[in-house]
């Protein structure tokens, strides 16, 4: 059974005393020691157990602070995982916006590329055609003056430098709306001219 310093000390007068017994002060000497031991034994066990528990309550404190900072270490690791995925998806879809963008901007300037390139077509052949009606008017009216020159022997008279400056502006315009060059001073056919085109004798009379 578990003895106490106070149940040692009272053991003495348990015992029971006999002719050839042992000294009862050496008895009695022996178990005060052993009551002062069993005494110090018992309070350095309480220490002990006291530092013990102790020690065992900051352990139990450490667990519980390793296991939130593991806590808080894996939240973090998660957060930062979930951050870089939601970063890799927002650029994903900001380059996906760019690029749609980038191509609506090339197809606006595709699309008025050509439209500029659809004018430049038509008013170079609208520029053809004034060009080549206005040769044909200079010609035509340089054959009516040729006309009623011949018509009244009077022959050109003044007209003449005006005509060939005429002719020279006719065939530079057709030249340039044909995208040829034609020498200055060749010779223009002159289309075939009746009173009629010219006018009419009414238009000769003066």
Do not use: H, W
């Not at 390139?117 to 052949?125: A, N, P």
């Amino acid at each position: 059974m578990d003895l106490t310093p106070l149940d040692v000390r009272k053991k003495k007068d348990d015992f029971k005393r006999t002719m050839r017994g042992y000294d009862p002060r050496q008895v009695e000497g022996f178990l005060a020691v052993a009551a002062d031991s069993l005494e110090r034994y018992v309070r350095e066990s309480v220490v002990l157990g006291e530092r013990v528990e102790q020690q065992e309550r900051e352990l139990e404190t450490y667990r519980a602070r390793e296991r939130a900072l593991n806590d808080a270490l894996l939240a973090a690791q998660e957060l930062r995982e979930e951050a870089r995925l939601q970063s890799e998806r927002d650029a994903a879809v900001r380059v996906r916006e760019a690029e749609a963008r980038v191509q609506a901007v090339i197809g606006d300037a595709e699309e008025a590329v050509r439209l500029c390139q659809q004018k430049i077509e038509d008013l170079t052949v609208t520029r053809g055609k004034f060009l080549g009606s206005l040769r044909k008017l200079f010609e035509r009216f340089d054959e009516y003056l040729e006309f009623e020159s011949a018509r009244f022997g009077d022959g050109p008279g003044d007209l003449r430098p005006l005509m060939d400056r005429l002719r020279r502006v006719g065939r530079e315009e057709a030249a340039g709306a044909a995208g040829v060059s034609t020498p200055e001073q060749s010779p223009i056919a002159p289309a075939s001219i009746t009173p009629v085109d010219a006018g009419g004798p009414g238009a000769a009379s003066t």
